[in-house]
């Protein structure tokens, strides 16, 4: 199950929320299929002003995005194109919502998940 988090600058994400769930949903759904729709998770997290920084700089044009991904995504033959298409889909969809200028501030982190350690609905 694809789950991602993401912290945002308060002020940017205020308002944009319905509109960066979508969009962020669209990016996962891109990459892995439209099979992954009902079991993509999405929490974001706002940041207030003085809390992001960058280089030692508080900065209100960073996100940080973490993806949770099963594990076995690493071990596909195509697993270095799906990690890019993944990096590139989840910050254009952030960049698209919130503005240009957030993405050379935009980290995107895939975590990796053995099957046996990731639970839905307590299964």
């Known amino acids: 199950m694809p789950h991602l988090t993401a912290h945002l600058p308060d002020t940017r994400l205020a308002g944009n929320e319905p ?3 979508t969009a962020l949903t669209e990016a996962i759904v891109g990459v892995y299929g ?3 729709r009902p079991l993509v998770s999405i929490r974001l997290s706002g940041v207030p002003a ?6 030692g700089v508080p900065v209100d044009t960073g996100a940080s995005v973490t993806l949770g991904v099963r594990s076995g995504v690493f071990e596909r033959p195509d697993a270095a194109e799906i990690t890019a298409r993944l990096g590139a889909a989840l910050t254009d969809a952030i960049t698209s919502v919130l503005g ?3 993405r050379p501030g935009t980290m995107v982190e895939l975590l990796a998940s053995p099957p046996e350690r990731t639970f839905v ?3």
Do not use: T
């Open 19 to 21: 509109e960066l769930v």
């Open 34 to 36: 439209e099979w992954a």
């Open 50 to 55: 003085g809390r992001f920084a960058q280089g």
């Open 100 to 102: 240009e200028e957030l």
């Open 121 to 123: 609905g307590g299964r």
